[in-house]
């Protein structure tokens, strides 16, 4: 299964941004998806997570309430709608795919390149 993400850029403090996850390849096997980012000299942080039914839904305190989760399994796209940006949402963000809704990276088995996020104040 390959993983491109997509989206990402420069915005401004207060914007919305939406990030687009495109899985190729055995999609058969994407069944949770998540997604991730990892700012400058921190560890990768958990940001949402979904099952394929769209039934199981996590997201992280953090960005609770400011972004979404969400999928299409006929266009086999995961998305990241991601509102009221702050300087502190800035990293690469990447995509992720496996058999359950995790938080925890390593219960996923594909990982994307990653899209870089960066939000100016």
């Known amino acids: 299964v390959q993983l491109q993400a997509s989206g990402g850029g420069l915005v401004q403090a207060g914007d919305s941004l939406t990030l687009s996850c495109k899985a190729s390849g055995g999609t058969g096997r994407v069944i949770a998806m998540g997604w991730f980012r990892q700012a400058p000299g921190k560890e990768r942080e958990f940001l949402a997570s979904?099952?394929?039914?769209?039934?199981?839904?996590y997201v992280a305190d953090s960005v609770k309430g400011r972004f979404t989760i969400s999928r299409d399994n006929a266009k086999n796209m995961a998305y990241l709608q991601m509102n009221n940006l702050k300087p502190e949402d800035t990293g690469v963000y990447y995509c992720?795919?496996?058999?359950?809704?995790?938080?925890?990276?390593?219960?996923?088995?594909?990982w994307g390149r990653g899209t870089l996020v960066t939000v100016s104040s």
């Open positions: 992720a795919s496996g058999r359950l809704t995790s938080y925890l990276a390593n219960a996923y088995d594909f």
């Open positions: 979904l099952s394929y039914s769209g039934g199981a839904t």
